[in-house]
């Protein structure tokens, strides 16, 4: 399973960016895809997850209200929605996918068997 991580770049800070995750020459059915991201000097982190089949969503409150994630049937894709960006949000955002089966789109990167190389995402002030 390739995961490909599409739609970065630089934004100034009070703005919004749309990311997609595609995976080739498969299916995204059955997975809990999730979006981490890593900024400058930090740990990686839980930016939201979301399970294919059912739409069940999941968010850290630090982010919550900020950030949507969603799938799309049709393109196969799974979709990161960010408003609002501010400078401290500039970092690589990695695209990463469970294996089935799965109950939650879990915050922990254990969970995941898959990550793409993520794409560049600079907040300017």
């Known amino acids: 399973v390739q995961l490909r991580e599409s739609g970065g770049g630089l934004v100034q800070a009070g703005e919004s960016l749309r990311l997609s995750c595609a995976v080739s020459?498969?299916?995204?059915?059955?997975?809990?895809v999730a979006w981490f991201r890593q900024g400058p000097g930090k740990e990686r982190e839980f930016v939201a997850g979301?399970?294919?089949?059912?739409?069940?969503?999941n968010y850290p409150t630090s982010l919550k209200g900020r950030v949507a994630i969603s799938t799309d049937n049709v393109q196969n894709t799974v979709n990161l929605e960010m408003n609002s960006l501010k400078p401290e949000d500039t970092a690589v955002y990695y695209c990463?996918?469970?294996?089935?089966?799965?109950?939650?789109?879990?915050?922990?990167?254990?969970?995941?068997?898959?990550w793409g190389q993520g794409t560049q995402v600079t907040v300017s002030s």
């Open positions: 979301i399970l294919w089949n059912d739409g069940r969503t």
């Open positions: 990463a996918a469970s294996s089935p089966p799965n109950l939650y789109p879990g915050a922990q990167r254990s969970q995941y068997d898959y």
């Open positions: 020459e498969y299916t995204f059915a059955g997975y809990a």
